[in-house]
């Protein structure tokens, strides 16, 4: 059973655009929500992560929206670069360590 | 030192070969990771270990076999593996308790002939 659902599988952006990548979850135990990047060849590396008492975080041009009632977390990436070009997973995790993946956006950034 | 390491980098073994990985970290961690990635999938968790104890086997083919021999040090001893066990091998490390940041180390590419 999938624990972390996410969408898109694929997503092409303009140089400049917004990237939007959407969760869902269905364990209300849950209370960690990071995001993670990951370039071919090397391992993840923590990009953004929200606990459920806030609704919004943002650092730099990376934002996570959360929205506990309907149990949705979504990245969006704000004036998208070509270097953005990844695989972004999504992950939730509750205390005792283990953490439930999405299973991947592989995003590409058009110049 | 936020860095996690891993050696080897690239590994390519026969089935009947014996072989390790090893991951090491610095930041005073104290719960450990493996996770094995295939090309275009999420990490599977493989084990946790907790305080240099197995606290979690996800069902993993005896094959693999964990090692923490100190709170720095993760190792995978690898034996008959098959080949469809090709994949990105990664140690993570994190704080215990309250749930946190997991530090991926850049893996280790395995190939099985």
């Known amino acids: 059973q999938q624990q972390v659902k996410q969408s898109p599988q694929s997503l092409i952006v303009q140089k400049g655009g917004i990237s939007i990548i959407n969760c869902a979850y269905e364990n209300t135990a849950f209370d960690y929500f990071p995001w993670y990047q990951q370039f071919p060849g090397k391992g993840p590396a923590l990009l953004i992560a929200?606990?459920?008492?806030?609704s919004e975080k943002k650092e730099g041009r990376f934002t996570i929206s959360f929205n506990k009632s309907a149990k949705q977390f979504s990245l969006h990436i704000m004036d998208s670069q070509p270097g953005d070009s990844a695989t972004y997973f999504c992950a939730a995790s509750w205390t005792g360590n283990q953490f439930y993946f999405g299973t991947g956006t592989s995003l590409t950034v058009i110049p | 030192d936020t860095e996690v390491t891993q050696t080897p980098k690239h590994l390519v073994m026969g089935m009947t070969n014996k072989k390790s990985l090893k991951c090491e970290q610095h930041?005073?961690?104290?719960?450990m990771y493996w996770y094995k990635q295939k090309a275009k999938k999420p990490p599977e968790l493989m084990f946790v270990y907790s305080y240099e104890k197995l606290s979690i086997n996800e069902s993993v083919p005896s094959r693999f076999s964990p090692e923490c021999p100190n709170s720095s040090l993760l190792n995978l001893h690898l034996h008959a593996l098959q080949p469809e066990d090709s994949a990105l091998y990664l140690c993570?490390?994190?704080?215990?308790?309250?749930?946190?940041?997991?530090?991926f180390g850049p893996g280790t590419r395995l190939t099985v002939l």
């Open positions: 993570a490390s994190s704080h215990t308790g309250a749930t946190n940041e997991q530090f």
């Open positions: 930041m005073g961690h104290r719960a």
């Open positions: 929200i606990r459920p008492d806030v």
